[in-house]
């Protein structure tokens, strides 16, 4: 997916933009984007990929590994992701964004 990319409002170098999946997944992400980028198609936005198996690793811990901010702000976009994932999974994922509360 590249709906960050395609996000007029996350252009910005003061906004930071996260990315958590499976490193295999992020790898051939990052190889797309940048021929996206260099063709003009896709925004510049500046990404931090934080590899995480969600299954089995806490994503939020995996966004903290690569300098998430957790007293920051934080606007979460969760797409495409529940289908290859158990209930238990999804629950306790939804949990902790819920429980960040206005935080997020």
């Known amino acids: 997916d590249t709906r960050p990319y395609r996000m007029k409002g996350l252009q910005s170098e003061n906004i930071k933009v996260y990315e ?6 992020q790898s051939q992400k990052k190889s797309a ?17 934080a590899p995480c198996d969600i299954s089995s690793q806490s994503w939020m811990e995996c966004l903290i590994d690569k300098g998430f901010d957790q ?3 934080t606007f979460v976009i969760w797409e495409g992701v529940s289908m290859y994932l158990t209930l238990p999974v999804i629950q306790s994922t939804l949990k902790l964004v819920a429980d960040r509360g206005g935080k997020t």
Request: no cysteine; aromatic share 4%.
């Open 33 to 49: 984007v940048q021929k996206l980028q260099q063709r003009g198609i896709i925004g510049d936005v500046v990404s931090k990929f």
């Open 71 to 73: 007293s920051l702000p």
């Open 20 to 25: 958590v999946d499976a490193a295999g997944t």
